[in-house]
């Protein structure tokens, strides 16, 4: 079995794949603080007493592959792979790492490697042209070519980001929870706030993407738009653009990379 490791800036995810298959997968809060030993005493602690697993995460894990935005927390897996599984084939993802995926923007360097990773899965699942809508702290948008190239793509502030932020700076206002209201027009403050969130971000999401089809394709229609991240099950239903959603996009990307690179395939 494969352990994928997506780290964001605010969550970690964490998939075990059984061949194609994902069969269990948790989300941990991401902590720049946290060392390798520490690391190493989560994964045992969610993994452990896992039916598919053993005591020791080395008996049924065969490979780990890993993606983050917050370099430190590599720093400190790459601790952990060497440390603690040394014998276990790891693939993380960074320069040098054959994704399958070309990147033609100004300065491919500056691309995280979760959109890149994100790219991979897009086009093995639903080919190019196709854009990627990743609700995390940011939302981000990503264009991929018909020949599965990464063109480039636009950055906006999260949901939760926004909401944060609305809830600081706003006087009489305050943070909310994140569920489509009742309706459009809020009868009160905290259905006007989840209004504005929830239909503002579809919005935005119809907006960027509709510009960004006319863009990638002559044929706009022929571009396949795939929704991904945590928040995104709080937009999917009033985006009008959204033809699939995939919520482990980046794990199953994670997969084909380590096929990629693995000394075993």
């Avoid at 075990?16 to 603080?33: K, P, Y």
């Avoid at 579809?202 to 002559?218: F, K, N, P, T």
Wanted: hydrophobic fraction near 40%.
């Amino acid at each position: 079995m494969l352990l994928t490791i997506d780290v964001g800036n605010t969550h970690t995810v964490l998939g075990l794949f059984d061949g194609e298959d994902i069969v269990e997968h948790w989300r941990i809060s991401t902590d720049a603080r946290r060392t390798a030993d520490e690391l190493a005493v989560l994964l045992q602690g969610l993994m452990g007493r896992h039916p598919l697993l053993g005591r020791d995460l080395g008996d049924n894990i065969d490979g780990i592959a890993v993606c983050s935005t917050v370099p430190s927390v590599l720093h400190e897996l790459r601790e952990v792979t060497r440390r603690y599984y040394g014998d276990i084939p790891a693939v993380l993802v960074e320069p040098g790492v054959r994704t399958g995926v070309p990147v033609i923007t100004d300065n491919p360097k500056e691309v995280g490697a979760d959109r890149v990773i994100n790219a991979a899965a897009a086009v093995e699942l639903y080919g190019g042209p196709c854009i990627i809508v990743d609700f995390g702290t940011a939302t981000t948008y990503d264009a991929v070519t018909a020949r599965g190239e990464y063109a480039g793509g636009a950055i906006a502030p999260g949901v939760e980001i926004s909401v944060e932020a609305l809830g600081m700076r706003g006087a009489q206002l305050r943070k909310v929870e994140l569920s489509p209201p009742r309706q459009v027009i809020g009868k009160n403050t905290v259905e006007s706030m989840q209004s504005g969130i929830v239909y503002g971000f579809a919005a935005q999401v119809d907006g960027v993407v509709e510009r960004m089809r006319r863009e990638l394709s002559e044929q706009p229609d022929s571009v396949t738009v795939i929704a991904t991240g945590g928040l995104a099950p709080l937009v999917l239903r009033e985006a009008t653009v959204i033809d699939e959603h995939e919520p482990w996009l980046t794990l199953i990307g994670l997969r084909l990379v380590f096929e990629r690179n693995s000394p075993r395939h």
